[in-house]
Structure formats: C-alpha cells, structure tokens
C-alpha cells in the first residue's frame, strides 16, 4: 500500500466515524425533542456548544469538535439554533451573550424574543454602529468553514448558509 492510499483510507475512516456519530447525535435529539419537548431538549443541546461558540468568538478559542458536531446537528434539526449564531455573529455585544442566544434557541416564537431578534437584527444592518465586528465575523466563518469541513453534506447546508448571511 502507498503512502498516498493509506491517508486516504485513513481520511475514510475518519469521515465514516464522524457520520456514525452526527447520525447518533441527530437520533439522540430527534428522540429527546419528543421525550421532553422541544424548548427542554434544544436547551438543554446547546447548553455547552453555546459555551464554546461563545468562547471562539469572544477569546478566539478554536471550536471543539464536539461542539460543532452538536451545533451542525442542532441546526439540521431547527433553525432556531442557526438563527441564533447568525444573531451572535452580527448582533453586537446584546446578539453574542448566552442567555440570549438560550433564548433565540430554545422559545425561538416567543413574542419577546422575536421582537430581540428583530431589534438586533435590523440594529446589525441599519445603525451606523450596530454591531458589525469585523473580528467576530472572521472568526466565526472560520470556524463555520471548519465544521462544513468535517460533517457529511448534508449537515453543511445550514454552516454555508451562515457564512454566506455573514
């Protein structure tokens, strides 16, 4: 066996073990959405990735694995958590704290939270001084790209989308 056939079968095995667990992860929410509902179990999802996510964008910690894992799964299951990045990268400091994107997340209809989500969204695209950081957006495309990178097609549709919102 080359050199060359050998890292592309180890490239294999990678990707397969990372689709045995984004299909793992997606059935253990599907079935935790319908045990305990869907405001419990998307908290309660995102909880850590939402740490991470906060500490990548805030500290320039790199995103773990698990947590993009988490957070690819989380947004092929419900928007509300790719709502909730897309407002933590372009809604200024407000957009980017854990109890707001908790909220964006979790009760996503909730008229208060509708009415943030607004306010910081058209603040991000019509005030002088919305919110836009050029640093945080940086940051989070690369780590975006990252997971688009690693996950299987179909769970990079909502990083892309992001990034291209972005």
Not at 30 to 49: F, L, M, Q, S
Not at 147 to 155: C, D, L, N, Q
Not at 157 to 163: D, G, N
């Amino acid at each position: 066996m080359t050199t060359e056939q050998h890292c592309a079968d180890r490239a294999d095995a990678r990707r397969d073990r990372i689709a045995d667990t984004v299909r793992r992860l997606g059935t253990q929410l599907r079935e935790d959405r319908r045990e305990r509902g869907p405001h419990v179990a998307d908290a309660a999802w995102v909880d850590e990735p939402f740490d991470d996510w906060l500490a990548m964008l805030h500290e320039g910690k790199p995103l773990a694995r698990t947590s993009m894992l988490a957070l690819a799964v989380g947004m092929d299951q419900t928007l509300a958590v790719r709502d909730a990045l897309i407002v933590s990268i372009v809604g200024g400091a407000d957009g980017a704290r854990k109890a707001v994107l908790m909220d964006f997340a979790s009760r996503p209809h909730a008229p208060e939270v509708c009415a943030r989500m607004g306010r910081l969204l058209t603040a991000a695209f019509t005030d002088e001084h919305g919110g836009l950081n050029e640093a945080r957006c940086r940051a989070a495309v690369g780590a975006l790209k990252d997971m688009a990178g690693i996950v299987p097609e179909r769970y990079r549709v909502q990083p892309l989308t992001i990034m291209a919102y972005v």
